[in-house]
């Protein structure tokens, strides 16, 4: 086992590396910390599908090449008419993004013209950025309860005064991958002025098993949904996410922000990876059988006790530091876990680790067993 004195040296230490980076992914960041190149980091830190991007997307992103020199439609009526088609909604109530990341920005601004915004702890770290860049009033709950076990608090919360009130809600949650179902938040549909469900996961269920609330916000002026297209369709250096709002707000929306937010490449491959029927079946096969080896290999693991979840990543709670066990495997093994010093609620007896393909979940598994030995 490693000693608390590894932590403290490792701490210690800290100074004397670049920053921590708050989001999984940043492979540069854990390249320079193995001293090795980036493509040689196998990285369970990022939450995208392990199968790659879709032939589809490819195609789609190479006959557009000769779109280079002109600029994208500003209004992305494709785009939007085939999300419309997919979720069967007028292209109006959608609004595609940079990336989610850009339309929280927008929620940000939103929501800062609330009295205050409820969160559920821990949360996406990307939330705090947006909600303090308009200076919003956050209100905090937490979603985990420690006891004898750690344990989800299914039962959400009875706010006051929710009616001046904001809410924003990760669906499935993240780092936790709980699925909140639709029963459970209808009741905030009434109760809040504005509602945000985040539904960048949601895709990684099937179809009858997601909780999506998308239906309801023709009827709900109060609801945004939004959605990513880069983490399953794995695409996440194209950008491309979209809301699902009233359209009076996208419109808002849309005066606020830079014109041609969307490059047309991405644009492109959002189309295509729409109806790549093919691409969807096999991720849902993929997922339900890696998972469970995943999930089944790191609870055999002393010190290490994956949370059952909804999601294509799993949030580990463990005896040793994750600090410390992230920079061990990216040392020993080259591979990259996210520790969750990000999430202030969990500290460093948490990590989370992407769903991947079975032969590299196998390695991770390897490279945690070989540690905990120690």
Same mark, same amino acid.
């Given at each position: 086992? @490693?000693?608390?004195?590894?932590?403290?040296?490792?701490?210690?230490?800290?100074?004397?590396?670049?920053?921590?980076?708050? +989001?999984?992914?940043? *492979?540069?960041?854990?390249?320079? !910390?193995?001293?090795?190149?980036?493509?040689?980091?196998?990285?369970?830190?990022?939450?995208?599908?392990?199968?790659?991007?879709?032939?589809?997307?490819?195609?789609?992103?190479?006959? %557009?090449?000769?779109?280079?020199? +002109?600029?994208?439609?500003?209004?992305?009526?494709?785009?939007?008419?085939?999300?419309?088609?997919? $979720?069967?909604?007028?292209?109006?109530?959608?609004?595609?993004?940079?990336?989610?990341?850009?339309?929280?920005?927008?929620?940000? *601004?939103?929501?800062?013209?609330?009295?205050?915004?409820?969160?559920?702890?821990? &949360?996406?770290?990307?939330?705090?950025?947006?909600? #303090?860049?308009?200076?919003?009033?956050?209100?905090?709950?937490?979603?985990?309860?420690?006891?004898?076990?750690?344990?989800?608090?299914?039962?959400?919360?009875?706010?006051?005064?929710? %009616?001046?009130?904001?809410?924003? @809600?990760?669906?499935? %949650?993240?780092?936790?991958?709980?699925?909140?179902?639709?029963?459970?938040?209808?009741?905030?549909?009434?109760?809040?002025?504005?509602?945000?469900?985040?539904?960048?996961? !949601?895709?990684?269920?099937?179809?009858?098993?997601?909780?999506?609330? @998308?239906?309801? =916000?023709?009827? +709900?002026?109060?609801?945004?949904?939004?959605?990513?297209?880069?983490?399953?369709?794995?695409?996440?250096?194209?950008?491309?996410?979209?809301?699902?709002? $009233?359209?009076?707000?996208?419109?808002?929306?849309?005066?606020?922000?830079?014109?041609?937010?969307?490059?047309?490449?991405?644009?492109?491959?959002?189309? &295509?990876?729409?109806?790549?029927?093919?691409?969807? %079946?096999?991720?849902?096969?993929?997922? #339900?059988?890696?998972?469970?080896?995943?999930?089944?290999?790191?609870?055999?693991?002393?010190?290490?006790?994956?949370?059952?979840?909804?999601?294509?990543?799993?949030?580990?709670?463990?005896?040793?530091?994750?600090?410390?066990?992230?920079?061990?495997?990216?040392? #020993?093994?080259?591979?990259?876990?996210?520790?969750?010093?990000?999430?202030?609620?969990?500290?460093?007896?948490?990590? *989370? =680790?992407?769903?991947?393909?079975? $032969?590299?979940?196998?390695?991770?598994?390897?490279?945690?067993?070989?540690?905990?030995? *120690?």
């Amino acid at each position: 086992m @490693i000693s608390p004195n590894d932590l403290q040296t490792y701490i210690a230490g800290a100074k004397q590396r670049p920053s921590r980076p708050v +989001h999984g992914g940043n *492979r540069q960041w854990a390249a320079t !910390m193995a001293g090795i190149a980036p493509e040689q980091i196998l990285d369970f830190s990022a939450s995208i599908n392990p199968l790659g991007t879709p032939k589809s997307a490819i195609a789609a992103i190479q006959s %557009h090449l000769t779109d280079l020199n +002109h600029y994208p439609d500003p209004e992305y009526a494709l785009l939007r008419q085939a999300l419309g088609k997919f $979720h069967q909604l007028d292209p109006e109530w959608i609004l595609a993004g940079n990336g989610v990341a850009e339309l929280l920005t927008w929620v940000g *601004r939103d929501l800062s013209q609330l009295s205050s915004t409820v969160l559920f702890t821990p &949360a996406f770290t990307d939330y705090d950025r947006a909600l #303090k860049t308009f200076d919003c009033q956050v209100e905090r709950y937490p979603f985990l309860f420690r006891t004898q076990d750690v344990t989800f608090n299914a039962d959400l919360p009875e706010i006051t005064n929710s %009616h001046t009130k904001g809410i924003l @809600i990760n669906n499935p %949650h993240n780092p936790t991958g709980y699925l909140f179902t639709r029963e459970s938040i209808l009741p905030y549909l009434e109760r809040f002025a504005l509602v945000v469900i985040d539904e960048a996961f !949601m895709d990684f269920l099937t179809p009858d098993q997601q909780q999506s609330l @998308i239906d309801l =916000v023709p009827s +709900h002026p109060n609801l945004v949904v939004l959605r990513s297209l880069t983490k399953f369709y794995s695409l996440p250096a194209l950008r491309l996410g979209y809301a699902i709002a $009233h359209p009076e707000r996208l419109q808002r929306w849309q005066s606020w922000r830079d014109p041609w937010c969307v490059n047309s490449l991405a644009a492109a491959a959002g189309i &295509a990876v729409l109806e790549d029927v093919e691409f969807q %079946h096999q991720t849902w096969a993929w997922l #339900k059988s890696a998972k469970s080896q995943l999930f089944t290999g790191l609870s055999q693991i002393s010190g290490l006790n994956p949370f059952p979840n909804a999601a294509n990543y799993l949030l580990v709670q463990t005896e040793i530091a994750g600090s410390i066990l992230q920079k061990e495997l990216l040392q #020993k093994a080259q591979v990259l876990i996210r520790d969750c010093l990000s999430f202030p609620e969990l500290g460093d007896r948490y990590f *989370r =680790v992407a769903v991947r393909l079975e $032969h590299e979940n196998q390695k991770l598994i390897n490279g945690l067993s070989k540690l905990s030995d *120690r």
